[in-house]
């Protein structure tokens, strides 16, 4: 008798508590205050909503089973487009670094040739 009121009570603290701890980024759709005022007003389904439509889990990360070793790895974070961004940047000045120095080189090495040249025909 007591039971199905007691589940809906506990269903609805749940998910309040679930709402009131999520961080911002994880809330989806509508203001933390909103979803909390759902909540109470409607409190089995205002809780079904919150954790169908309100709340983002993220992407699962498979790390195997218990013995699996991939459980001990940490999980890498990948680089943001920024920093890929700089990175491509870095690679192309080097490049063109390179290449004034190969320039400045092949112009010495022409300017010396030029300069030999002339003395080994005379001699």
Known sequence: M???PALDL???VFALVDIIRADRWSIRHLDKSIWIIIVI???V???VLWFVLG??????VDRGSFGDPRRREAVVQPESS????????EREIAQHEQDDRIRRLEAKL???QGESTPENSES
């Open 45 to 47: 389904i205002g809780a």
């Open 82 to 89: 920024t920093e890929r961004e700089l990175a491509a940047l």
């Open 2 to 4: 007591y039971i199905i």
């Open 41 to 43: 007003l409607l409190p």
């Open 55 to 60: 709340r983002d889990y993220g992407q699962a």
């Open 110 to 112: 022409r300017e010396r």
């Open 10 to 12: 506990l269903v609805m």
